[in-house]
């Protein structure tokens, strides 16, 4: 009796273990050799060692696991290495063009760039801005959005509350036609129906319309997803308390959903702003200012970007202006996500006290 | 208030399943009637069709009468909003607004429907709340969201905000089925106070509960699994419990089925 408390058993709930420092010994040591063997063999590129020491990693960890832990918990070190290796191919590429972007953009990026046009300034000439290119693209993307969040809203509130039959089914048809159509082909579609037949010349708003084209997919796809997760319990909550069904949807469905249409639409936005060929086609370009998005072209940050790179030839001048612009562009989308997420928060439906 | 339901041969299908048939009952006003008996035989089916919820859901059909005192629910003409007015609803599971205070949820069928002046609606408000049982507890975070709330606290928020609009009928499809004891009981003792205003219609699988809360029972049952399912008997619920008419209404009572 004494004898079996005083002994512990060896439990059949507790196995050998490694300890926590594991996985981060293994990777360390996975560079390490990664590092070692691609000098060994006279590779230089970055990526092939990081390849290297990334297949290291995943095997090593398996290994050591399933000659000491056993198989299952190796599969499991196995199955999260994987997703670790996975997370950091992703964010590397993002990590070095957000790097790179901010490292050559803030040269010339103050407000002097900011609210400067480059009306007098010639592209191989230092000075200059992008106040006219961010002028164009706001009001091109906020015309963009004033199209699409109305039609993309009403398609999916149609789609969810009201449609049954085979009208819905065409419409949700031609929303999944209308989220493959490249970008290109979107402008030409604005481009033979405005220009061409309408015969009006380039324009903000001809390049708001192609825009909306892109956008209006996004936006019904994503609200559609909303109100979905919205419990039908709470509709008919609302409907057995005697409410029409319109009042229901507008004031029990759209409120509950209301964060993540915003988060939609935001991300939608972000999507369109950084569109390049529907503007190429339908805004064109200008050095000056020009405010007025329903008539001549305007400038935008996508095709500022591009246009600077290309004459940049022998002018750092325009190389800095790129990249600065692609900063400001970059840090534009940034803001909207971070706006979004902020709606999203603070409109999620309430717990706590 | 309180009005008299009449029902005569009721049928209700889902798409082409046919789920209650050829129902006919007379729930008395003041009163507190139950229904009872095994899963699926369509009580919560019934308990929609006296509000026109059941066409709320895609393919819901309903065939038969609904007498409202003199008026057919299913009549020519007829606004099943303004039906649902008249007849509340409280749902199995609570299902307050998620982004409504307690306040707001209470007031919901009010504003939704048109009535603003803030003096009526507190007045409502707490009149409801107190109604529910409620008011003690909440009284000093009206302001807070809904959710916060328990569980047993909600569904009686359910009930505040239920009968906010003053029904004439309220229907309860299980409202304890997620509660403790003590809320259950809570509930209980309410709808033993509500009686007084309202006509009560709840659906409930606790036995004692029925036998506790209710004038009269009605008993539903299905011949088989795919089969529409059909009132067997409705009595006084003393006659119930202790001398069915029907076999299997003992049957089911002593839980030798179902
Ligand atoms: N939305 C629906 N679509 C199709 N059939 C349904 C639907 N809801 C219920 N039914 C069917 O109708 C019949 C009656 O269901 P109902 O929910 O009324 O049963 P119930 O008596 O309330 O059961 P429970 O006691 O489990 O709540 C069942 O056969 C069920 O499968
Ligand atoms: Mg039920």
């Not at chain 2, 209980?188 to 106070?193: A, V």
Request: charged share 15%.
């Amino acid at each position: 009796m004494s004898h079996a408390t005083l002994l512990p058993k060896p439990s059949s709930l507790r196995g050998a273990t490694l300890p926590k420092w594991f996985s981060s010994a293994v990777a360390a040591g996975s560079v390490a050799l990664g590092l070692g063997i691609s000098s060994a063999a006279g590779l230089h590129s970055d990526i092939q060692w990081g390849l290297i020491a990334a297949v290291l990693f995943v095997v090593l960890s398996y290994g050591i696991s399933a000659k000491v832990e056993g198989s299952r918990q190796a599969k499991d070190r196995t199955a999260t290495s994987l997703v670790w290796v996975a997370f950091l191919l992703a964010v590397v590429p993002l990590a070095s063009l957000i790097w790179e972007t901010v490292e050559r953009g803030v040269k010339v990026l103050d407000v002097y760039f900011l609210t400067h046009s480059m009306g007098v300034v010639a592209d191989t000439e230092p000075g200059g801005g992008i106040y006219h290119a961010i002028l164009g693209t706001l009001e091109q993307v906020g015309l963009a959005a004033l199209i699409s969040v109305p039609v993309g809203v009403l398609t999916a509130i149609y789609l969810v509350e009201y449609g049954r039959g085979r009208l819905a089914k065409a419409v949700t048809f031609f929303v999944d036609v209308m989220t493959g159509i490249p970008s290109i082909v979107a402008g030409l579609f604005i481009l033979s129906l405005w220009v061409l037949i309408l015969k009006m010349g380039p324009s903000g708003f001809a390049g708001s319309m192609a825009l909306s084209i892109l956008m209006i997919p996004i936006v019904v796809r994503s609200t559609e997803e909303m109100l979905k997760l919205v419990p039908n319990e709470l509709r008919e909550a609302s409907l057995a308390l005697g409410v029409p069904k319109w009042r229901t949807i507008l004031k029990v469905v759209l409120p509950t959903s209301v964060g993540g249409i915003t988060t939609g639409v935001m991300l939608a936005v972000a999507r369109i702003t950084g569109e390049t060929a529907p503007v190429l086609l339908l805004v064109w370009v200008t050095n000056y200012i020009n405010t007025n998005p329903f008539k001549d072209p305007q400038a935008s940050l996508p095709m500022y970007i591009y246009l600077q790179y290309m004459n940049s030839a022998g002018s750092g001048a325009a190389y800095d202006r790129a990249w600065a612009a692609a900063l400001t562009l970059i840090a534009f989308i940034m803001i909207l996500n971070l706006v979004a997420q902020g709606i999203a928060r603070w409109k999620a439906p309430k717990t706590g006290r | 208030m309180a009005k008299r339901i009449d029902v005569s041969g009721l049928n209700a299908y889902y798409g082409s399943f046919l789920a209650i048939e050829d129902i006919s009952m007379t729930v008395e006003p003041r009163s507190v009637t139950a229904f009872i008996g095994p899963s699926g035989c369509g009580k919560s089916t019934f308990l929609r069709t006296l509000n026109r919820m059941h066409e709320v859901t895609p393919g819901g059909r309903v065939e038969g009468k609904v007498m409202l005192d003199e008026e057919n629910l299913y009549g020519a003409g007829i606004d099943p909003v303004a039906v649902r007015r008249e007849v509340g609803m409280v749902f199995q599971r609570p299902n307050p607004f998620p982004t409504m205070s307690v306040y707001d949820n209470v007031a919901a069928g009010l504003r939704l429907n048109g009535k603003h002046k803030k003096s009526e609606l507190d007045d409502v408000v707490e009149k409801s709340l107190k109604g529910a049982n409620l008011w003690n507890e909440v009284k000093d975070r009206l302001n807070k969201p809904g959710s916060g709330l328990s569980g047993g606290q909600q569904q009686r928020l359910c009930i505040a905000r239920a009968i906010a609009v003053e029904p004439n009928v309220l229907l309860m499809d299980e409202p304890c089925s997620a509660l403790d004891p003590i809320s259950t009981l809570a509930i209980e003792d309410l709808i033993g106070e509500l009686k007084e205003q309202f006509t009560i219609v709840i659906v409930t699988h606790n036995m004692q509960q029925a036998a506790r809360v209710s004038d009269r029972t009605a008993f539903f049952n299905l011949a088989a699994v795919g089969q529409p399912g059909k009132l067997i008997e409705l009595d006084d619920t003393e006659r119930i419990f202790s001398n069915p008419s029907v076999q299997a209404t003992e049957d089911y009572i002593s839980g030798r089925f179902g």
